[in-house]
Structures are given as C-alpha cells and as structure tokens.
Nanobody, 121 residues
Framework: QVHLVESGGGLVHAGASLTLSCAASGYEINSYALGWFRQAPGREREFVAI????????LYADSAKGRFTISRDNGKSTVYLQMLSVKPEDTGVYYC??????????????WGQGTQVTVSS
C-alpha cells in the first residue's frame, strides 16, 4: 500500500511561481514512478509530468514543458512540481500518483487526495 499526500496549492496571480509537494510513503515506494495530474472544473483529469524511480528521468505534457519541473527526493520520499509563470488555464486540482512503470501512458495504482491551485488573471 502506498500513501500520497499533496500540499502547496493555493491562490496565485498569473505569472507567479508555485511549488507543489507530494509526500509518498509505503512499501517499496522508491520502486514506483511518481507523477502529477491535474483536473480543471468540468474537464477530464490530464497528465502533467512523471519522474522515474530514481528521479533521474522525467516526462512532461506539452502544456508543462518549459514551465514546470518535476523532481524527486528519494531520501525524503517526496516528489515536487515546480510551476513557473502559471496561467489561468493551469487552475485545477493537482494530484500525485504512483505507478509501477515509467512512461507517458502507464497504469497508476495510487492517488493522493489532491491540492487546489487557482490562478487568477
């Protein structure tokens, strides 16, 4: 069983920076790839980024490339999403998730409760 808890969301203005955190714990947590998803009101949940088991590799959605950075601190079992130059369209609930595999289209087995990010214009 893996437990994921997101934090760091809030209300920010467009152009600001925000860093989200996800504390991960559980059996063999460092054997899981960890990813970030987001869901805007009335829209489907969408992939944002994923980092590998070691944190050495990462993949991003096109909307996140160049602005967001995913990183992982295996010692603290924490994954981060650094968000730069946020836009109103970045608004949504951000979730972290754990997968037994690394890639753009993989099965995610565990999900956090989400943290709200609201970007005002």
């Amino acid at each position: 069983q893996v437990h994921l808890v997101e934090s760091g969301g809030g209300l920010v203005h467009a152009g600001a920076s925000l860093t989200l955190s996800c504390a991960a714990s559980g059996y063999e947590i460092n054997s899981y790839a960890l990813g970030w998803f987001r869901q805007a009101p009335g829209r489907e949940r969408e992939f944002v980024a994923i980092t590998s088991f070691s944190g050495a590799r990462s993949l991003y959605a096109d909307s996140a490339k160049g602005r967001f950075t995913i990183s992982r601190d295996n010692g603290k079992s924490t994954v981060y999403l650094q968000m730069l130059s946020v836009k109103p369209e970045d608004t949504g609930v951000y979730y972290c998730a754990a997968s037994r595999n690394y890639g753009l289209s993989v099965q995610y087995d565990y999900w956090g409760q989400g943290t709200q990010v609201t970007v005002s214009s």
